[in-house]
């Protein structure tokens, strides 16, 4: 609380007033333009809640509020690809704290935070639906089931950008 | 396509639409007859399927059939979820009825040619049973579906949900056309109360009366939410109905509107869910284009909207209040009942909620009539129940049987029983806010009522299954982890309490339990469940309270005698070198992460219990079962 | 509504309004039930769980402050479930909160401490995680300490329903949830208008204002019920005061006209009360009593007169003018720091004894 939000980029707001003028007529519809905001921007940058605030008329601590209560919506900077690792009952029972472990280690990032070159970003979700290929883990939006710690490090250091 | 005017001409694009399905069966429908010469290759779509490559599989097979020139004989459609996702990617051939299991895309050619063409079954894609051994080549015939009971998910595997006309063909939309035509919305609320449907979302309550209060409130305008936020770990039927039938949802969501009142519904769907939005996405605009939705539906003069809404990642949000507060763009924060939702919900106008699994279900009541649904299951618990079957189970799938089965009948004969000869311990049903039961309860039937009566809940559907190799106390942990941080922190006994019980049970699983924890545990459960302001609040002890109350002497053992007797949680056990077994490999040592294991080649190791981090990559990599934990 | 219903609480028969809360028709017939986060001022929340009551055929306790009466309800406001359920939540915001009563500003005045009292609830019953959070003293008039916030949403509400800004929200969730303000800056930075709201419904040491911190328990303040001078409205403030200097103001609960709230100005703003250029006494130019002319552009030095002296000075050169150049030479001008009635005085004034319509107002202050 009470952070210095000085690492906020200057951001191009054109495409979010696009956003803001496709919602601005429905009734509550905070959620879905916090999402499509996500969206363009990866993250909902201080500059853009403004902005929103501002056009929409929603006072600034409300959308904070909506923004950090659902874990959906991500108010820091994320890395270029998002790995997930499903910690649902049947990806748990399977090993998925060990997948957390060796991923962490190796790409030099905790879980809910980016690597120091923003090209990761590691999450920690609860149930994907894919129970029958538990562990699962989802590498931007590929799902990879049955995962095995040691391929799987070897998989991501392979992406490319 | 133009809009679908009335009810003739709904009879029309339905004798249109049959041959689309005429090969096909659905499970104890009508054999239809085949198209000569003319085959449908099912693949399935499914979340589940998707993963394990079934799109890849599907290009192979149409690579396959375009090479071979058959394009106009054999039709390739994307199903939604066959249910049995452990063995997908799935591929069913018809009119055969075969089940092809764990297909890769390199077995198409042979598919093609061997089936496709030759009729010739290829024994090693059946099913083969884990125990007897045995082959089921014919779908409905494997014991995993042959037991089940499919309404909610009688098209689930069986239509293509990206067409509707495909949907139409299984008679969709004819309650809607039957509804809004020959009936009163009073007459509609009659026949789903005398129908004795019970909402599918967890609670039970009786749907038509639900609807019959939101009917009669006289403030207007009157909304409609289906909730389709189904955020158990583990459990995935809403988004199964979604993904393979949407349709049935949405007619039974306009039933209700028309029943209500309503001039408008909302679906709000987890985001987590990408192809079950993307399909109601498809759905909707097909409903709007055949005129199911928008003005003057079906020449009845009634008009009907439905907006779709992601949620945003909490699980609190399935709670109804706390969902209409996220439609809202609010925090999903849920609000003290009464007033209920009927009353006063979306905009504090007249509100109806309920499950995708009970609007799914009404067309058919509607068409069928009410006595036909109280024809299946119990007296007081009427239909169907649908679970999700996870954990160490052999058979990991959905599923769909009637109400008042057995617990056991579903884990061993459409579960397959326990995998690798273990011990079954519990099955936890109602989710992460439900509770388990011990094998003495597996005789236990599936009802509302008497889960409830035997110590666990009904909930949305999630069933997991543990066996001998599962801690009771780190399982009730994991659910506790699970609903105290998906607290929204409204109430006191929630945000607070949730947080101290887990405390109690770390310490628990940590080996520092004191005496006293046990009562701590009672005390502080007992209260939430009185104190809370919802049901997460009021469940989040279920699970805990439920494994105590069954597996006491498991928690005893961790506090009097510092031992974990499943030997699973951390703090309580040690990793050991059977030096007789040991052969010195070095395997061990090269995989321990922590650097615990010490010892020179064709040397005993020796486990070092301060260094070691209990991961058990150990016992995993040791080829001579040199290890074991204490 | 206004149809009645009857309900039965501890045994006791009594008649209630439908649209009624089981908290109001309790209160109205003198039966006392705790609350913590409801505040008559506001929207009724649920979230603090003390006013928990036992209902027949209700499956769990339900909160009287939310729950609407109807005919035949059997209530039990201090059953042994009750009872352990509300000890129960006060053990809960106790162990997650610093028991520093003895430094503590609220101390004395604090709703939490008066609860754990009345239950006898001592607050080492769990040694869990607690949490640590920075005090925001970032403005000049209010210190916002999260550790000793119950989240019970009164100042949320309080920003939203009664000054309408909406500065204050709940950030994040479960355990971790917070008040915070604005996108999560500091009270400074945020579009927070310090009208203190927050501060006069927070029933903790959470919100406390900056000039009063370490200048006395409240039992060692004398109060002083006033009307604010600010403004016309008429706003009931409540002076403390200790060796004759205010320390705090507060609104006066149920005050007809702001019900315990005020502006910014009637709260923080009276530090001019004890400033050493505050004028006590009329004064007037020296040349003015002894009746003289000025003289060039000095207009001479101030003398301290009493008000008798100033005001038939004033009397005297408002009728030598009107006299000299007829009615219209004189304009009035009037504060909106007067109440209705003296204004409506000053126009009585201008019009009928000056005899002009030369008369206008500050509008806002």
Known sequence: MNRTLDDDPAIDLKPLL??????????????????????????????????????????????????????????????????RVCDGTACHVKGATKLVNVIEENLELKAGGSSPDYKYSLEIVYCVGSCGLAPVVIVDDRVVGQAEPDKLVRQLKRIED | MGKVANLESLQQVYFEAIPLLANRRAQGGPAEKPLNGKCDVLICGGTGCVASSSRDVREALLVEIERRGLKEDIRVITTGCHGFCAKGPLVVVYPQEVLYCQVKASDAPRIVSETLIGKQILEDLVYQHPQSKERFPVYHEIPFYRHQLRLSLRNCGLINPEDIREYIARQGYFALGKALTQMSPREVIEVVKDSGLRGRGGAGFVTGIKWEITQRSPIRPKYLVCNADEG??????????????????????????????????????????????????????????????????????????????????????????????????????????????????????????????????????????????RGFGTPNSPGTATFALTGKINNIGLIEVPMGITLREIIYDLGGGIPKGKAFKAVQTGGPLGGCLPAEALDTPVDFDSLVQAGATMGSGGMIVVDEDTCMVEFAKYFLTFASAESCGKCVPCRIGGRRLLEVLNRISNGEGKPEDLDEIEYISRNMKEASLCALGQLTPGPVVASL?????????????????????????????????????????????????????????????????????????????????? | MMEKATITIDGRKIQARYGQTILQAAREHGIYIPVLCDHPALPPEGACRICLVEIERQRTLQPACTFPVSEGLVIYTHSPKVIEARKFSLELLLSDHPLDCMTCEATGNCLLQDLAYEYGVTGDRYQGEKHQYPIDAS???????????????????????????????????????????????????????????????????ALWPKMAIGKGRP????????????????????????????????????????????????????????????????????????????????????????????????????????????????????????????????????????????????ARL
Not at chain 3, 149 to 170: D, F, P, Q, T, W
């Open chain 1, 18 to 83: 696009e956003i803001i003028d496709e919602y601005k007529n429905q009734r509550g519809a905070v959620i879905p333009v916090l999402q499509r905001t996500q969206e363009t921007y990866g993250y909902l940058p201080k500059p853009a809640l403004k902005e929103i605030s501002k056009r929409l008329r929603i006072p600034l601590s409300r959308l904070q509020g909506v923004a950090t209560f659902y874990a959906q919506f991500h108010l820091k900077r994320r890395g270029r690809h998002l790995i």
């Open chain 2, 232 to 373: 158990d770990p583990g459990a995935f039927m809403d988004r199964s109905i979604l993904e393979g039938d949407p349709h049935s949802v949405l007619e039974g969501m306009i039933i209700a509107g028309y029943a209500i009142g309503a001039e408008a519904g909302y679906i709000y769907c987890r985001a987590e869910y990408p192809l079950a939005i993307q399909r109601i996405k498809i759905a909707l605009a097909q409903a709007y284009e055949y005129g199911f939705l928008g003005e003057n539906i079906l020449g009845s003069g009634f008009s009907f909207d439905i907006y779709l809404r992601e949620g945003a990642g909490a699980f609190v949000c399935g709670e109804e209040t706390a969902l209409l507060a996220s439609i809202e763009g609010r925090r999903g924060e849920p609000r003290p009942r009464p007033p209920f939702p009927s009353v006063s919900g979306l905009w504090s106008k007249p509100t109806n909620v309920n499950n995708v699994k009970t609007y799914g279900l009404v067309p058919q009541i509607i068409l069928n009539g009410a006595e036909w649904f």
């Open chain 2, 549 to 630: 109350r069954f597996f006491r002497p498991e928690y005893e053992a961790h506090i009097y005698e510092r031992k974990c007797p499943a030997k699973v949680c951390k703090g309580l056990i040690t990793y050991r070198v059977i030096e007789e077994n040991c052969t010195g490999c070095m395997v061990c040592k090269r995989n321990c992460p922590a650097g615990a294991i010490s010892g020179e080649k064709r040397q005993v190791h020796y486990i070092d219990p301060n260094i070691c981090e209990r991961c058990g990559i150990c016992i995993e990599v040791c080829k001579f079962d040199a290890i074991m934990i204490e």
């Open chain 3, 139 to 205: 403005n000049p008039f209010i210190v916002v300490d999260r550790n000793k916030c119950i989240l019970c949403r009164r100042c949320v509400r309080a920003c939203a329903y009664i000054n309408g800004v909406e500065a204050i929200s709940v950030f994040y969730r479960g355990f971790n949830a917070y008040i915070g303000f604005g996108a999560d800056s500091t009270m400074q930075d945020s579009p927070c208008e310090f009208c203190g709201s927050c501060v006069e419904v927070c029933p903790t040491g």
């Open chain 3, 219 to 362: 039992y060692q303040l004398q109060k002083v019920q006033t009307v604010c001078a600010y403004c016309g409205v008429g706003c009931q403030i409540e002076l403390q005061v200790r060796n004759n200097r205010i320390v705090n103001v507060v609104g006066v609960e149920n005050a007809p006209v702001n019900q315990g709230f005020t502006c910014v100005k009637g709260r923080f703003g009276n530090d001019f009360v004890h400033h050493p250029d505050r004028l006590t006494r009329p004064r007037v130019r020296k040349y003015l009593l002894e009746g003289g002319k000025r003289e060039g552009k000095e207009r001479g030095e101030w003398v301290e007169v009493d008000w008798d002296t100033a005001l038939d000075l004033v009397s005297r050169k408002l009728v030598e003018i009107r006299d000299t150049y007829g009615s219209d030479s004189i304009g009035v001008l009037t504060s909106a720091k007067c109440t209705n009635e003296e204004n409506y005085l000053m126009n009585k004034l201008a019009r009928q004894l000056i005899g002009t319509n030369n008369i206008d107002h500050c």
